[in-house]
């Protein structure tokens, strides 16, 4: 099979990282395969910051953890994965976006390159969307301009990335979410 279509199939969401930081190589073939992503008119609205500092990842956690407290549901689903938002990931990578038009989309395909770049290269990964909830807190002042977000961009999408404690097995394909016209 095909490296790339090996890497979309065997791809999963890791909820359960290892402590061990990532190497400068690491961190930046990820970056390389973020920036190679293709963007409407080539006009890549995006900004990434990319985060290995500890005690930040654990106080943006915290915040998340704060909100996820309002919904009993939720809130038990997460104690159930081990009582963080962030599962321990020694890296976070940001992606802000600015307010093009095709920005949202532009961050998903960066958050898809760099989930798939960390797969090939042996790490857990997962795309964090909730990684928001903190910027349209108290503290999403604070947060932006910690990440050194440019001017007019706000959070697009984020990806965890480490060594995984454990594999999983991807979801399985549903073609009932298929047509063919």
Known sequence: MNEVLKAIAERNSCRDFSPEPLTKEQIEILVKAALAAPSAMNLQPWYITVVTDKS???AF???IMEFVKKDENWYKTMQERGGKALYDAPCMIFIAKNETNYATHDCG??????ALAAHAMGLGNVICGMARIP????????F????QFPEGYTF???VLVGKANKGKTPHELDFNK???V
């Open 56 to 58: 930040f990842i654990e």
């Open 61 to 63: 956690d915290a915040e």
């Open 109 to 114: 395909i960066v958050s898809q390159n760099i």
């Open 135 to 142: 910027f349209e807190g108290a503290k999403g002042a604070e």
């Open 144 to 147: 932006t301009k910690q990440l």
């Open 156 to 158: 697009g999408m984020s």
């Open 178 to 180: 298929v047509s063919y």
